[in-house]
């Protein structure tokens, strides 16, 4: 699975090449998963992150971006349903968007 990571100690932002975030992050929310698509400072915003264009990313990049956090009230069984779920979600994501 193709992707750009980028981590902080509580926080993973990761770039799907080739899968739109916002439409990814409804194919997780509908498995009951919580992501965020762009910078914490913007959350529920649709353009590029801000954050991420700082960084150096391109816009079509920060729009291909999805943040995971976790904090105490996530264990590893959470984690590892994210794990086992994601793979599937990026792929139909990203046969949506071919032409």
Known sequence: MPCKV???ANTLSVEFEGALADILLEALDGDGIAVSAGAACA???VHASRSLLAMGRSPEQARASLRFS???GNDESQIERVLSV???R???V???AQP
Do not use: M, N
């Open 86 to 88: 994601l793979p599937d």
């Open 70 to 72: 976790v904090g105490l």
């Open 94 to 96: 990203r046969e949506q």
């Open 43 to 45: 959350s529920g915003a």
């Open 6 to 8: 980028v981590v902080l």
């Open 90 to 92: 990026v792929a139909r």
